[in-house]
């Protein structure tokens, strides 16, 4: 009776896409999803005090462990002997002791959800739709003092350690249905669907593939495969290449040299000479301290030591400053340090598991049964070029501060001047202290509706190299398109 009644009112108040989930989960378990439910129907949870904020996120965590890691595919990867690895590879293979393929290069995105059952089709509400009557930005919304575009960058920096669709060869056309088409800079345009890879899975018959290794690898400036990793390393020192003017070095056409440099611009090729120049000075560090190491040795030490740096910025900063609660603070320190904390972990290791002692460091990866990658989820939620501005505002390094500690404005200068080979020129004439300090001053977008740059609707996309491609695209209208072609549950 009483279980009759639970389900009844669980029907009510659950999505019915979410209800086969909750049914197959133990009696308790749906307790507590009901519990977590609740407290997001009201939208309360940033707002709770620390403790009890603390112990949402640890259920909604349980939960997430327990059913929203899908494998897709399979690895038929092997065991091997990790003392052979004790560095990461070129292309992200020999990370997960069980299996040296788990999320290296071209293995599939996972999923946190089924593939959406929605009975509304691709089109429905059409792409170029959604794009002009919800996304399109009206006025710029900034962040104010949260989170400004190193910020931004940053996120984009990490997009480009971690994922990137594998694209089909044949390209596919959205046109924009009448009743837009005179507001979209674009009536139709051209691009690469992500491409459709059947799996061994019996709930997700369609996969994708990753083309950048999903670990925390840096391969942002290190490269995603051996080709990739030859191509910045000096092959001295165990340093990466860095151009005499202290920025990325130029192929012949213009194109910066570096781990991934597909849709840059100036504010991600800042951050990525940050990182080789700190990768570059921890293999000084390193060879002053054992000059017996050899290129080989220094190059994958410095890699560990960079990327592990990376890890922390993310997870204990920039993490903490997007969602900016105190409950988010803590719950991100113990996802680093366990809830036992920094000085304990400094003190005795990651000795007591990863809840006591925090992730990192942890002997075994703990993968609740599936192997590690990232999801389509993942992908699609960060998916925030909303963050990004019309212009970005170069400050005058020169001049004094004013009363305010600001700095006077030197220039502003449309977004798309700063993207592509256009973006990097630039930046050469500028140089990496002006960049850094005009994005710390300046706000970036904030992710709401009408958000979403006009510029990026009818962007030159680029291909792998860093190459332009002769058709522009509608970033909203193509984001659209690419969740609901991925069956992405909104
Ligand atoms: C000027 C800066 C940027 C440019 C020109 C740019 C351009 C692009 C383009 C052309 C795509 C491919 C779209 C597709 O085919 O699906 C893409 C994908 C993506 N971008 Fe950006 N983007 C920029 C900044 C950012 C930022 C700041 C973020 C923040 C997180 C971001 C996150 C992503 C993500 C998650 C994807 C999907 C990757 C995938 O398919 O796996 N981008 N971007």
């Known amino acids: 009776m009483g279980i009759s009644l639970f389900a009844s009112l669980s029907s009510k108040f659950v999505h019915p896409q979410l209800r086969p989930l909750v049914s197959k989960m133990s009696f308790f378990d749906a307790i507590l999803f009901h519990i977590v439910h609740f407290v997001d129907k009201l939208g ?8 009890i904020g ?19 595919g399979e690895l038929a990867g092997r065991e091997y002997n990790v003392k052979k690895y004790p560095y990461r590879t070129a292309d992200g293979t020999f990370n997960d002791p069980d299996d040296q393929l788990t ?17 509304y089709g691709l089109m429905d509400p059409h792409p170029s739709v959604v794009a002009t009557k919800l996304l399109a930005r009206k006025e710029f919304a900034d962040t104010g003092k949260q989170f400004n575009m190193l910020a931004c960058s940053w996120i984009q920096f990490m997009i480009h350690d971690w994922v990137d669709h594998l694209e089909d060869t044949q390209q596919v056309e959205i046109q924009a249905p009448e009743e837009v088409a005179n507001m979209c800079p674009l009536k139709s345009f051209r691009f690469f669907r992500s491409k459709k890879v059947l799996t061994s899975s019996p709930n997700v018959k369609i996969g994708y593939l990753n083309r950048r290794t999903a670990w925390w690898d840096a391969s942002a400036i290190e490269g995603n495969d051996e080709t990739g990793m030859r191509k910045v390393r000096t092959f001295k020192d165990g340093k990466l290449k860095i151009a005499g003017n202290g920025l990325l070095e130029h192929n012949k056409k213009g194109i910066a040299i ?18 080789i120049k700190e990768h570059n000075s921890v293999c000084d ?16 030490h410095a890699r560990l030591v960079t990327s592990a740096v990376i890890a922390k910025i993310h997870t204990i900063d920039w993490t903490v400053e997007l969602l900016k609660t105190n409950t988010l603070l803590e719950g991100m320190r113990i996802n680093w340090y366990g809830i036992l904390g920094k000085r304990f972990k400094d003190r005795f290791g990651p000795i007591l598991g990863s809840k006591l002692s925090g992730i990192v460091g942890q002997k075994k990866p703990e993968d609740y049964g599936v192997p590690y990658s990232l999801t389509e989820e993942f992908v699609s939620v960060y998916r925030m070029h909303s963050l990004l501005p ?38 050469s004439r500028l140089g990496m202290e002006q960049m850094v300090v005009s994005m710390g001053h300046q706000a970036c977008g904030a992710l709401n509706l009408y958000n979403y740059p006009n510029w990026m609707r009818k962007l030159i996309p680029q291909d792998v190299n860093g190459e332009d491609r002769p058709d522009l695209v509608d970033m ?7 969740t609901s072609s991925h069956n992405v549950m909104c």
């Open 54 to 72: 603390l112990t949402y996120l640890g259920i909604r965590r349980h939960l997430h462990d327990r059913y929203n890691l899908k494998a897709v």
């Open 390 to 427: 019309d212009k970005l505002i170069l400050r005058d390094i020169k001049a004094k501060t004013t009363e305010q500690g600001s700095l006077l404005v030197a220039e502003e200068v449309p977004m798309e001047e700063m993207i592509g080979k256009e973006g990097e020129k630039r930046l």
């Open 258 to 275: 570096s781990g991934d440099v597909r849709n840059s611009w100036v504010g991600l090729s800042t951050l990525q000479v940050l990182f």
């Open 103 to 119: 999320g290296s290069e071209g293995t599939f995105f996972g999923r946190n959800m089924s593939p959406s059952t929605s009975h």
């Open 44 to 51: 309360i949870w940033h707002r709770l005090p620390v403790f």
């Open 285 to 300: 560090m390193l060879k002053e301290c054992y000059p017996d190491f050899d290129d080989e040795r220094l190059y994958h």
């Open 476 to 482: 909203p209208a193509l984001e659209s398109n690419f």
